[in-house]
């Protein structure tokens, strides 16, 4: 089955810095990778996926890069802003999509 | 437009007791339905998968159970409560044979005393 490995576990920025997390996934048949962030005592939200057909996404201050060869996705954040603390995780799918297993999490602190 | 409810939004229960917890989504059809667990530490855990109405995968042996009585009613059950169980439940959505987003509730956390 899938198998996905998020890091730092935890992250502390300045405010205007740039944050970087990194995943890797183990099934090769994956295709999508989507993002979540998780504000406290709240479900996650979706805020960028990538598909297989591109290596690289950008959404304002938010990017995703994706190297299918190695199997490793990144999230990038810049000129952060203490709101964009939270916790973050990685996905990617199982039994062809039906399913998504997430990494552990990454809490990044955001400090002004 | 989708929404997604999950209730209780917070439960303390004495270990052996039973559990259900609820998540209906409205505005779509036929979605696929999940529940998740967060416990302390963040990690997000998948524990129940379903494609349809009486159509429940389970991911990992547990204490606890699921069922979809009908297209957009997801419930999670205990029959005893054990001290392991406690933790943040999330409920969640995604439209049928897609790899798009997965939509959350916003979670019932569990307490078990």
């Known amino acids: ?112 | 437009s989708q929404t997604i409810h999950q209730w209780p939004a917070t439960l303390v229960q004495p270990v052996g007791s039973p559990l259900s917890l609820e998540c209906t989504v409205e505005g779509t059809s036929n979605p696929n339905l999940y529940w998740y667990r967060q416990a302390a530490g963040r990690g997000l855990q998948l524990l129940f998968y379903s494609v349809g109405i009486g159509q429940i995968s389970s991911e990992v042996p547990q204490n606890l159970s699921a069922s979809r009585p009908q297209d957009r009613q997801f419930i999670l059950s205990s029959k005893k409560l054990l001290l392991s169980d406690s933790g943040f439940y999330l409920c969640a959505w995604r439209r049928l044979a897609t790899t798009g987003e997965l939509f959350f509730g916003e979670g019932s956390r569990l307490t078990v005393l």
């Not at chain 1, 709240?42 to 060869?69: F, H, M, Y």
Request: hydrophobic share 30%; glycine share 8%; charged share 20%.
């Open chain 1, 1 to 112: 089955g899938e198998n996905v490995e998020q890091h730092p576990s935890t992250l502390s920025v300045q405010e205007g810095d740039s944050a970087v997390i990194k995943c890797t996934y183990s099934d090769s048949a994956s295709n999508y990778f989507p993002w979540y962030k998780q504000e406290l005592g709240k479900g996650p939200q979706l805020i960028i996926d990538i598909r297989s057909n591109v290596g690289e996404k950008k959404d304002q201050r938010i990017a995703v890069t994706l190297n299918k060869t190695a199997k490793h996705f990144s999230l990038h954040i810049t000129e952060t802003q203490p709101e964009d603390s939270a916790v973050y995780f990685c996905a990617a799918p199982y039994n062809q999509g039906g399913k998504l297993i997430f990494g552990q999490g990454t809490e990044l602190s955001v400090k002004p």
